[in-house]
Antibody, heavy 115, light 107 residues
Framework: EVQLVQSGAEVKKPGESLKISCKGS????????IAWVRQMPGKGLEWMGI????????RYSPSFQGQVTISVDKSISTAYLQWNSLKASDTAMYFC????????WGQGTLVTVSS | DIQMTQSPSSLSASVGDRVTITCRASQGVKNDLGWYQQKPGKAPKCLIY???TLQSGVPSRFSGSGSGTEFTLTISSLQPEDFGTYYCLQHNDYPLTFGPGTKVDIK
C-alpha cells in the first residue's frame, strides 16, 4: 500500500526556521515525484513545488520560489519542506503528494506561526 | 501560468441527483487533468487522473471527461458521503495549478 506519512504539527514564532518531512513507503520512492501543497485556513489548494527523488530535480511555483526550500533524502525515502525565517502568513496546512498526478497524499502538517 | 477556473463555486443537491462540475484552463492542457475530493479536516483524495481514468477504489458513479481547455466531473447519483470540496489540477505545465474548488452540499 502506498503511504505518505508527514511529520507532526508545529508551533513556531516569526523569524524561526522549520523543516517538515514526508516519508514514502509501499512503492519505489525514487521513481515518483513528490509535490508540496499549501492550504491556508479556510482557503483552497496552492501548488508550491515538486522534487524528483531519483536525481533531486526541483521545480518551484514562482509564488513560492525563494520563500521555501524543497529537498529529499532518497536513502530514507523522505522529502522535506523548509523555511529559514517563518512569517505569520506561513500559517497553513501543508500536504505532500506523490507524482505529477498527485495520486496519493500525506495526512498534512499544520504549521502555526504566532508570536 | 495556466489559470484554472471551476463552476459552480458551490452547489447543493439531493441524494440521487446527477451533479456536474466544470473546470476550464486558460490554455490547453491536453488530458493532463485530475480531480480531487477534500472533506473538512482531511487530506485531498484523488478521484480521477488523466481526465477520465478512475483512481483505484473510487466508486464508478464518478466520471470525468473533456480535453484541451474544458473538463467535467460528473457524479451520476449523488450519495450522502459525496459532500466536500472538489478541485481540479492541471499537470501539463509548470507551475502546476489547482482550480479554486467547488463545494458540494447535500440537501
Amino acid at each position: 500500500e502506498v503511504q505518505l506519512v508527514q511529520s507532526g504539527a508545529e508551533v513556531k514564532k516569526p523569524g524561526e526556521s522549520l523543516k517538515i518531512s514526508c516519508k514514502g513507503s509501499g512503492y519505489s520512492f525514487s521513481a515518483y515525484w513528490i509535490a508540496w501543497v499549501r492550504q491556508m485556513p479556510g482557503k483552497g489548494l496552492e501548488w508550491m513545488g515538486i522534487i524528483y527523488p531519483g536525481d533531486s530535480a526541483i521545480r518551484y511555483s514562482p509564488s513560492f520560489q525563494g520563500q521555501v526550500t524543497i529537498s529529499v533524502d532518497k536513502s530514507i525515502s523522505t522529502a522535506y519542506l523548509q523555511w529559514n525565517s517563518l512569517k505569520a502568513s506561513d500559517t497553513a496546512m501543508y500536504f505532500c503528494a506523490r507524482s505529477l498526478r498527485h495520486d496519493s497524499w500525506g495526512q498534512g502538517t499544520l504549521v502555526t506561526v504566532s508570536s | 501560468d495556466i489559470q484554472m477556473t471551476q463552476s459552480p463555486s458551490s452547489l447543493s443537491a439531493s441524494v440521487g441527483d446527477r451533479v456536474t462540475i466544470t473546470c476550464r484552463a486558460s490554455q490547453g492542457v491536453k488530458n493532463d487533468l485530475g480531480w480531487y475530493q477534500q472533506k473538512p479536516g482531511k487530506a485531498p483524495k484523488c478521484l480521477i487522473y488523466a481526465t477520465s481514468t478512475l483512481q483505484s477504489g473510487v466508486p464508478s458513479r464518478f466520471s470525468g471527461s473533456g480535453s484541451g481547455t474544458e473538463f467535467t466531473l460528473t457524479i451520476s447519483s449523488l450519495q450522502p458521503e459525496d459532500f466536500g470540496t472538489y478541485y481540479c489540477l492541471q499537470h501539463n505545465d509548470y507551475p502546476l495549478t489547482f482550480g479554486p474548488g467547488t463545494k458540494v452540499d447535500i440537501k
